[in-house]
Each structure stands twice: as structure tokens, then as C-alpha cells.
């Protein structure tokens, strides 16, 4: 969900300075606490004084952000944004799949309303690289898009995935594309926007 914060956190008999991020599927922490709080076992959030507050597994939970700022997450934990708001999909927008249809994806462009168009007319690129030959294939897929398209790969997540988010990226890199922007996909997919650099 992209905010991040370094500030007093105390999580059960633990304080001290961390990094907190606020994500899609919880809470991170970074430095002296470490560990990710799902947001399926954070109970009871609120904000209480300057702190957002909740029960956890690991004991009572309490990030000082600032009164305003805690409200803001609290916000964002109890309403998060729709992966179609995450990857920027409205009806208004033209959509293009990059290589074979995939029936996951075609469900989430749908359900968004968008409006797919041939690659020459796109605004928003989607591209599953879940094989070498997917790989090889992005670039004469990407050659057909508008300068300015950005793309997202849906990619495989894991150690032992046929191609790896390194392996993309250099890819990507090597075509003039520069990492913009990552989204949950799913628990066995990542989603990475890429955008042309100038």
C-alpha cells in the first residue's frame, strides 16, 4: 500500500526503533523488530493517542506515527485498495495482453471494466513471463507498444520458478525499461510495473 515509517514500535515485551511498512497483507518490520503481522492477525485496530494499536500473536502492538498519520493506516488496513486500483485498471483505460491470453488476468481486466485494444492503441501492458520462452518473447511484444505503455510482468514467485524476478529485470533493463512500482498479485504471483526510460 506503500507508506513506510521509521518510529517507536512496542510489540509485546519488544521496543525500539524500526522501519514500519504498510503493505497489502499487513505490517512489516525492519531493523531492531523484525517480522511481517498479517493483517488477518492484527485484532482489535485502532488508534489510541499518537500510536495505531492492535492485539497480535506476538503480544499487544503499538506504532507511534503521529495521531494523524495512525488514522491514515488505519484507514488503508481496514479499507485496502482493490488489485484493480492497485494496478491503475478504470473503465476508461486501453488495455492490452502481451502474448498468450491468461484466463486469471482476463477475469481481473474484465471485472475492471476495462477495454482491451490491439498493442499500438495501449496505455496499460500486462505480460505473464512464466517460462524462458515468455521471456525471450518480451521483446518483440514490447516493440509494439507505444513509447510511453507501461507494462506489468506477472511472474512466478519462488526459488525454484522457471525465471526469476532477477532474470526479468535484467531483461527489462537491457529493452529501456526501469522498475516503477510492485503489487500483490496473488501467493504465487508477483506484479511489477515497469515503465520505458527516456
Known sequence: MGREAECLVECGAERDETRVLLEAEGL???GALKGTLRLADLKKLRVEGDALTAETPRGPLRVHLGAAEAQRWLERLQNPPSLAAKLGLKPEVKVVQLGPPDAELGRVLADAGV???AAGQAELAFALVDSPAALLQLEKSLARLPAATPVWILRLKGKNVPVGESAIMAELKRLG????????W?????????HRRS
Open 177 to 184: 525499461y526501469g522498475p516503477a512500482k510492485t503489487a500483490r
Open 115 to 117: 477495454r482491451e485494444v
Open 28 to 30: 512489516v518490520l525492519r
Open 186 to 194: 496473488s501467493d504465487e504471483r508477483g506484479a511489477d510495473r515497469y
